[in-house]
């Protein structure tokens, strides 16, 4: 069973950049479809950025593309997503989470991910 363990979240002004961090226990990212979702206030869950568990695919939300990277790091079995020109609409819990079925597409739906992490949370101010 993969734990998940979200961290760099906080409070930054619009335009700046943070970057975070997803640290897996109990299997290897390289071995899962990665990705981020965030959930705003009174909002669904949605989907922000993710790759394949081969990590050659990888897709973007539309509201976060060009602004955002999702990247991994195998050795340190983590997974990192560095957000820039930060909008007050970027403001959410993060959440991360791991598909374990290898796929070639990268799935965006919330139900195609088995774990999850605790979140994170984001807030951008104006």
């Known amino acids: 069973q993969v734990q998940l363990v979200e961290s760099g979240g906080g409070l930054v002004q619009a335009g700046g950049s943070l970057r975070l961090s997803c640290a897996a226990s109990?299997?290897?990212?390289?071995?899962?479809?990665m990705a981020w979702f965030r959930q705003a206030p009174g909002k669904e869950r949605e989907f922000v950025a993710g790759f394949n568990w081969s990590g050659h695919n990888t897709y973007y939300a539309d509201s976060v593309k060009g602004r955002v990277t999702i990247s991994r790091d195998n050795a340190k079995n983590t997974v990192y997503l560095q957000m820039n020109s930060l909008i007050t609409e970027d403001t959410a819990v993060y959440y991360c989470a791991a598909d374990r079925f290898r796929t070639i597409r990268v799935p965006t739906v919330l139900t195609d991910y088995d774990y999850w992490g605790q979140g994170t949370q984001v807030t951008v101010s104006s």
């Open positions: 109990g299997g290897a990212t390289s071995a899962y479809g």
